[in-house]
């Protein structure tokens, strides 16, 4: 498995978050997503309450998944009362190899606990999820 350094990565985050208004936080993307693209990028939020929020990428407005995303690629697991975890779409074209810029916005402010991003480059049978 690579190590951190491989990737340029910094073993600490921002996390957790409380969330206002336009608060930022950089996740990391090794792939090369415009060369080799995957079939489907979906960002997942674990976040303090079921309170909403709007997030961005790349000063792109991400949109609502399918409400069953989180269950279905088990990212319940361990969850309090009070929780959630949101699933939203990134269109390829906005995502970048390197740095992505997350933007999170909540008019009643949230925490944001944890943030995954999916990618899917085939069958997740054969191929998995990064």
């Given amino acids: 498995m690579p190590s951190s350094l491989s990737y340029h990565l910094t073993p600490n985050s921002r996390l957790p978050l409380p969330v206002q208004q336009n608060i930022e936080a950089v996740i990391f993307v090794g792939d090369g997503v415009q060369t080799d693209k995957p079939e489907e ?45 949101s699933a939203f779409t990134v269109l390829v074209q906005h995502l970048k190899k390197g740095d992505n810029t997350l933007r999170f916005s909540s008019p ?7 943030i995954e991003l999916a990618l899917k ?7 998995g999820f990064f």
Avoid: W
């Fill in 121 to 127: 480059y085939g069958p997740v049978e054969t191929n």
């Fill in 41 to 85: 990028v979906i960002l997942f939020v674990r976040t303090n309450t079921a309170d909403s929020m709007t997030v961005s990428m790349n000063n792109q407005l991400l949109h609502t998944a399918d409400t069953s995303y989180p269950g279905l690629f088990d990212k319940l697991r361990g969850i309090k009362n009070g929780q959630k975890v």
């Fill in 108 to 114: 009643n402010g949230v925490v944001v606990q944890r």
